[in-house]
Each structure stands twice: as structure tokens, then as C-alpha cells.
């Protein structure tokens, strides 16, 4: 008589059933609960929903009338009455792009698809009609009211909300112009720079960035705004040792320290670097959509493996290190560093104090030369007692002014200290 199977055993030997045979790369994930606390509104959509995991909220649902006139402009415009070729290639797509996804996609094929379809062609339409004017219906109203684009652009640097960027690289391949500026990297490049941090980072990621490597609309972002600092840091020697992170002070204490800073229009956007005393920092610009645009970057680094350098946590965790007051913004802002689009110095602080908390920072720390430098530099005898004249005696025209002025008394005491030995000595040996 053969025993009985505890039902736990077969609900366990299911789902190792269910197991795929090889481990999937999702690139798509949700964000963890450590990073998303407190800052929900960061990381979820304002009006659109792209992909699976915003899909079904009812306030979102809105802007799918503007998904099927998209879509209507576009095969008008092709001068093709069906969508029919489209959502076979996207069903050809239907099993790779849902491994894409950290989580089981809750959506039968024939929405998968849709989805794909509706929110791939979204998004193409949308950077094409920002880079071709004449492309724009005049009723068209994301560009008839700026504070919908913006919204719109938002939305759409979410880790949460993507999809794989081979369906958009696919839907954009079908329906490609003779225009050399009908390419897809180059209108992400124009739709991104009103937001970019960096002023001059467009311009210099000239480099060709392979679409083939690329996870998604963010991680294209990603690419163009991190490449050229990733060719840098590549070529620094590597340590032959894991080093603790060493701590760095604050800007208003780095220049009580003695050290400068300087705004280095010629460098990378995150190539931050020391040199004989002055700390060179590329300028950047804090507006209301840097801290979601930075939370969301840190989010898809989150999910690299340990190996792979994590460009805009280190950068933020850096300037989040220098950053601790209100009076460090003024220093920075000051020195042309900072350009502050909110307005308020303290509030700048806000932004990058909140960054700096529940962030992981690369093991080989892309800032860790820089760090070593400037303690070294702070820890000199030298500099301290520099230092500490330019905080206590040069620091105002009043203090320098009495700092001379005590220097002239020493001298004077000295001279007349001097002369009395001389006085004292010349009769004696007379």
C-alpha cells in the first residue's frame, strides 16, 4: 500500500514546476519599500501609465484617449488603415518582453499586447512630434499647455514605468522616415534637455550608444547622461583591496579648511575632481523635477549587480555629504556650482539631505581619489594652520585688520626690545 502525499508536498512540488529552467535578467522591477517610504508621489505616475504595473489605476485612465489618437495620427499620417502588422510583431514579443518584469505580469496576451502597442507608439509619437514641429495636431493640448509635458516627462523617467526598449526600438524601426533625424536616440536626446541636471551633458555624450544594450526609456537616459563618466572611471587603476568609504565634510567646512571651489565647464557632468586645493564641480541646476529624476536613476542602479558602479548614487551620495546646510547651497550657488530653480536655498538642502538616506554606494566608490585627496589635504599641518588663520584672523576686513594690527605691536615690542639690549650692551663694552 503506497503512502499518501502530504498536500503541503504537492502544493511545494507545483510551484517548483512552475520554476523556469533558467533564471530570467528582469530590468523592470518595482521599487523597494526602503526607498519609496515617505516618498511615494517620486516613483508613481501623475496622468500616464506605461507598462504593466501602473496599468489598471482608474486615475490614469485619461490619457488613453490620447494613446489611440497617437496611434490614429500616426497611421493616417502612414496613409494605413489597420493596426494589424503592429500587434503581430508585438505578439511575436509577448514572452521576452514579460520576462522583462520583476513580477508576474497580470494581463492576458491579448492585453499584453494592446499594451505594448498603445504605450510603445505613445511614447514614439510623443518625442517625434516634440522634435518635428509640423508633426503636431493645432488641438493637440501636451503642447498647447507646458504643465502637461512636464507631467508627461515625469512620468516617464519612473523605473515603475517602462517597457523593454526593444518594443520601442521595434514599433520606431517600422515606422521610420528617410529623415537622419528621424532616430530614436537623437529625439530622446532633444525631449530630455529641459530636465537634465547637467547643462552641457547632451552635448557631450556624442558617443554611439547601442540601443541593442538598452533596458528601457530610463535606462537610454541613463546611458546618454552616464557613458562618458563610465569611460573615465574605466580607465582608473583599479584597488587591489576593498577600502571603507572615508566621510568628506561639508562645503562650508571644506572652505573654513581652506579649500576652493570652482565650476569646471569643461569636465564630464559627474566628473567631480581635487587639484592643488580646489574642488572642481561640473554646474548643475536644482529645479522641482530633480529630486524624482535622481530617485529614479538611484532606483535602477539599485538593482545592479554588486560589480557594476552605480554613477548617480555615488554623485548624489557625494553631494549629498556636501550639502548639510542652507549656507553650503549659498557657497556653491556662489561660485556658479548651482544654479537654484526652486528659489530657496533650503530648499535645495532638503533635496539632496533626503538622497543621501537608504542609498547603497558603489563597493569601488567612483568618488573614494577624490575623498583621499581632500582629507589628505585638510589632515596637513600646513594647511590646518592655514586654515585656521583664514577662519579666526582673515575671515572679515575687521579680523585682518586687527590681525595686522597685532602683528605691528610684536614688531613694535620686538624693535624696542631690540634697541634696549643694544643700549644695555654698547657702554658696557665701551
Not at 490614469?60 to 499620417?77: D, E, I, P, S, T
Not at 524624482?292 to 538611484?298: A, K, M, P, V
Request: glycine share 4%; charged share 25%; hydrophobic share 40%.
Amino acid at each position: 500500500m503506497s503512502e499518501t502525499i502530504d498536500h503541503v508536498s504537492i502544493h511545494i512540488d507545483n510551484i517548483l514546476l512552475q520554476l523556469p529552467s533558467s533564471p530570467s535578467k528582469p530590468t523592470i522591477y518595482r521599487v523597494d519599500e526602503d526607498l519609496r517610504h515617505g516618498s511615494e508621489k517620486l516613483y508613481d505616475p501623475k496622468i500616464l501609465s506605461i507598462g504593466p504595473f501602473h496599468h489598471k489605476k482608474d486615475y490614469l485612465h485619461k490619457m488613453q484617449h490620447h494613446k489611440f489618437k497617437y496611434l490614429n495620427c500616426l497611421l493616417k499620417r502612414r496613409r494605413e488603415s489597420s493596426v494589424d502588422k503592429y500587434v503581430k510583431a508585438m505578439r511575436l514579443l509577448d514572452e521576452k518582453a514579460r520576462k522583462c518584469y520583476a513580477e508576474t505580469v497580470d494581463l492576458s496576451s491579448d492585453e499584453f499586447v494592446e499594451m505594448m502597442v498603445l504605450d510603445g507608439f505613445f511614447i514614439i509619437e510623443l518625442i517625434r512630434k516634440y522634435g518635428f514641429d509640423e508633426l503636431r495636431e493645432n488641438d493637440d493640448t501636451i503642447f498647447q499647455y507646458e504643465q502637461i509635458l512636464s507631467q508627461l516627462r515625469h512620468d516617464l523617467m519612473l523605473v515603475e514605468n517602462q517597457v523593454p526598449f526593444f518594443v520601442l526600438d521595434q514599433l520606431f524601426n517600422m515606422t521610420k522616415t528617410g529623415d537622419p533625424d528621424d532616430d530614436i536616440v537623437f529625439l530622446v536626446r532633444l525631449f530630455i534637455d529641459d530636465i537634465c541636471p547637467w547643462p552641457e551633458a547632451n552635448s557631450q555624450a556624442s558617443e554611439k550608444i547601442s540601443v541593442s544594450e538598452t533596458d528601457h526609456l530610463l535606462g537610454l537616459v541613463y546611458t546618454i547622461w552616464c557613458s562618458s563618466f563610465a569611460r573615465i572611471t574605466a580607465n582608473r587603476p583599479v584597488k587591489l583591496k576593498e577600502e571603507k568609504i572615508m566621510a568628506i565634510s561639508s562645503t562650508s567646512e571644506l572652505n573654513e579648511a581652506g579649500i576652493k571651489f570652482g565650476k569646471d565647464t569643461k569636465s564630464n557632468c559627474l566628473d567631480i575632481k581635487f587639484i592643488k586645493g580646489v574642488m572642481k564641480i561640473p554646474g548643475f541646476s536644482v529645479s522641482d523635477e530633480t529630486e524624482s529624476i535622481f530617485r529614479n536613476l538611484i532606483a535602477y542602479e539599485h538593482f545592479f549587480i554588486d560589480n557594476h558602479p552605480k554613477y548617480v548614487t555615488d554623485y548624489a551620495f557625494f553631494l549629498h555629504c556636501l550639502i548639510n546646510s542652507s549656507k553650503d547651497v549659498e557657497i556653491l550657488r556662489r561660485h556658479g556650482i548651482v544654479t537654484n530653480l526652486l528659489g530657496d536655498d533650503e530648499m535645495v538642502y532638503h533635496v539632496f539631505n533626503l538622497l543621501g538616506r537608504n542609498i547603497l554606494v558603489s563597493p569601488d566608490f567612483c568618488y573614494a581619489g577624490v575623498y583621499e585627496k581632500v582629507n589628505g589635504h585638510c589632515g596637513h599641518r600646513r594647511n590646518r594652520w592655514m586654515a585656521i588663520l583664514r577662519r579666526d584672523y582673515f575671515n572679515t576686513p575687521w579680523s585682518f585688520m586687527k590681525f595686522c594690527g597685532a602683528v605691528l605691536v610684536l614688531l613694535f615690542t620686538a624693535t624696542q626690545a631690540v634697541f634696549g639690549v643694544l643700549a644695555y650692551v654698547k657702554p658696557k663694552s665701551a
